[in-house]
């Protein structure tokens, strides 16, 4: 019998999250990101359930658009890095993907191109994140040469993104929408800033096009509750089961290292899942895991394809019930904060290994 690990999918719920963006900036066009395998869940599977709803959708690199063109999807899709080298730009027209310009190379590789059909283009602009964008005080300087460009479409779209959203006590958002506002004031440009937290807790940033991405997934980018993050459904359920029952006396240790110990006689359930299945092998003795829909405590290390759980308070586990690790009544972004990381890790970090069994 096949363990029963699986990483099951909810596009219904994956749907109602996209919706609910939409509710938020309602005057907005949405762009929704389903780039990195699309957050872990499956890039195809994702962009099919939201393509009908969404004004277009986004990728990091030309091989994830190249993955959903083979996949018969024909929405517009955003390079949200760009083109790597000159060549990208030519399958970019012929394929219809939007392109984004955030450093001069790019800009002058577009403007020597030869292409059969102008490209749809982004302007990326820096307004503090100082990774990727051009110098905001550069924008209006590329935006004129992007204009005079034959290869560029003429309804240019600005764009930035920004550091500190998921913090809502940040002084730096403020100072971004500042900077972009000036940045392209009299541009005659679309605009675009609005990342998940944005969306949830920026309205004057939504301007015409909002880019939600972690959101979609049902999580919320806040450490805090949020009442705008409050409705979301958590698309991925990262569940296993019980496989075997044992009693520890107190002062026995369990697991590699011996990192937890029993202070008290104690009931172990031994789970058929590990880092190996993409839990994460930094979560800490305590982290919640729920088993007949009631929260048990991790109980040692997390080793390559098992965990341990202390169920000594839920006398009625028996073998085969259904463990699961994060998703409804159980919040990734809870359980990466217990392994030192975030939601968005875990889930990008899926590994095929784990099955992903759909609910459609």
């Not at 999807?73 to 970019?92: K, M, N, Q, R, T």
């Not at 949020?226 to 569940?239: D, E, F, G, I, S």
Request: proline share 7%.
């Amino acid at each position: 019998m096949a363990r029963a690990n699986q990483a099951r999918l909810n596009l219904q719920a994956l749907r109602h999250n996209l919706a609910h963006a939409r509710r938020l900036a309602p005057a907005a066009k949405v762009m929704a990101v389903v780039k990195a395998n699309g957050y872990g869940h499956g890039a195809v599977t994702v962009a099919q359930a939201l393509a009908p709803q969404a004004d277009a959708l986004a990728v990091a690199t030309i091989d994830e658009a190249m993955e959903l063109r083979a996949a018969g999807l024909v929405a517009p899709v955003l390079l949200l890095e760009g083109v790597f080298e000159a060549s990208e730009l030519d399958i970019a027209a012929r394929e219809n993907f939007w392109i984004t310009i955030d450093n001069g190379q790019q800009l002058q590789w577009l403007e020597q191109a030869r292409l059969p059909a102008p490209l749809r283009c982004w302007l990326k602009v820096d307004t503090g994140m100082h990774r990727l964008g051009v110098p905001a005080a550069e924008t209006a300087d590329f935006h004129q040469r992007l204009s005079a460009c034959g290869n560029c479409q003429a309804e240019i779209v600005a764009c930035t993104h920004f550091a500190s959203a998921d913090d809502l006590d940040s002084k730096q958002t403020n100072e971004q929408l500042a900077l972009f506002e000036q940045a392209t004031a009299g541009l005659g440009v679309l605009r675009s800033a609005a990342n998940s937290p944005a969306v949830l807790g920026w309205p004057a940033s939504h301007y015409d096009w909002i880019r939600p991405g972690y959101m979609l997934y049902g999580d919320s980018p806040f450490p805090a509750p949020h009442p705008n993050a409050a409705p979301l459904r958590p698309v991925m359920t990262l569940c296993s089961s019980v496989i075997s029952l044992r009693e520890v006396d107190a002062g026995e240790s369990v697991g590699y290292g011996a990192s937890w110990t029993a202070q008290r006689p104690s009931r172990i359930a031994t789970v058929s899942i590990g880092y190996g299945d993409g839990y994460p092998r930094q979560a800490a003795n305590g982290t919640p895991v729920l088993v007949r829909g009631q929260r048990a405590p991790l109980a040692g290390r997390v080793s390559m394809d098992m965990i341990t759980v202390d169920v000594t308070d839920l006398p009625e586990v028996r073998l085969g019930d259904e463990v699961v690790l994060w998703g409804e009544g159980l919040p990734v972004g809870e359980i990466g904060a217990h392994a030192g990381t975030i939601g968005y890790e875990l889930t990008t970090r899926m590994p095929a290994r784990t099955p992903r069994v759909v609910i459609p």
